[in-house]
Antibody, heavy 122, light 108 residues
Framework: EVFLLESGGGLVPPGGSLRLSCVGS????????MTWVRQTPGRGLEWVSS??????????WYADSVKGRFTISRDTSKNTLYLQMNSLRAEDTAVYYC?????????????WGQGTLVTVSS | VLLTQSPATLSVSPGERATISCRAS??????LAWYQQKPGQAPRLLIY???TRATGIPARFSGSGSGTEFTLTISSLQSEDFAVYYC???????????FGGGTKLEIK
């Protein structure tokens, strides 16, 4: 059984930074395009970023809303996914989920963490 | 691809059938998934490939459609089925994945 656990959320002022982590068990992170998805009451579920499986060269993709500010990375030795978030804005306030796709490319997601809340406010 | 779900809220009695629609702004072929989400929980994958049930999903959940019109049907609602349902397309990958706005299924 796959288990994903996010951490690192919290309250940060506008312009600040946070790094989210997602540690997993029951899955080798290098074999799948691990992904961050966020959820807000107003905008629903929003794909944020994915990193491809290592066989595809670990390409990285970002939603336009976070491009240039967020960086996704992975440490396969620790089976951990990261999301470095810089220049945070109020609209980045959300619950951030780590998700595993059902097959190696990022398509749909059959395992999710419990989420970590990020609040951007002064 | 933009995804539009309807209705936004659906009131149905236990034991009855529920039908939720998801319309794509352009063809997603059959690259569409459905999720269920309960309060305080992460989304749970129900259907992928428009019509394939995910592991452990009861047979009362079914998906249909292709191109721009998709439907999630719950044949006989159980108490645990009252939740919010989302569709998601992955035909535009790369570089993007899109979710619908959600349909809240409530007890009538």
């Amino acid at each position: 059984e796959v288990f994903l656990l996010e951490s690192g959320g919290g309250l940060v002022p506008p312009g600040g930074s946070l790094r989210l982590s997602c540690v997993g068990s029951g899955v080798a992170f290098g074999d799948f395009a691990m992904t961050w998805v966020r959820q807000t009451p107003g905008r629903g579920l929003e794909w944020v970023s994915s990193i491809s499986h290592t066989a595809s060269g670990s390409s990285r993709w970002y939603a336009d809303s976070v491009k240039g500010r967020f960086t996704i990375s992975r440490d396969t030795s620790k089976n951990t996914l990261y999301l470095q978030m810089n220049s945070l804005r109020a609209e980045d306030t959300a619950v951030y989920y780590c998700a595993k796709p059902i097959s190696p490319p990022p398509d749909c997601f059959d395992s999710w963490g419990q989420g970590t809340l990020v609040t951007v406010s002064s | 691809v933009l995804l539009t779900q309807s209705p936004a809220t659906l009131s149905v009695s236990p034991g009855e059938r529920a039908t939720i629609s998801c319309r794509a702004s352009h063809s997603s072929r059959t690259n569409l998934a459905w999720y269920q989400q309960k309060p305080g929980q992460a989304p749970r994958l129900l259907i992928y490939g428009a019509s394939t049930r995910a592991t452990g999903i009861p047979a009362r959940f079914s998906g249909s459609g292709s191109g721009t019109e998709f439907t999630l049907t719950i044949s006989s609602l159980q108490s645990e089925d009252f939740a919010v349902y989302y569709c998601q397309q992955y035909d535009d990958w790369p570089p993007t994945l899109t979710f619908g706005g959600g349909t809240k299924l409530e007890i009538k």
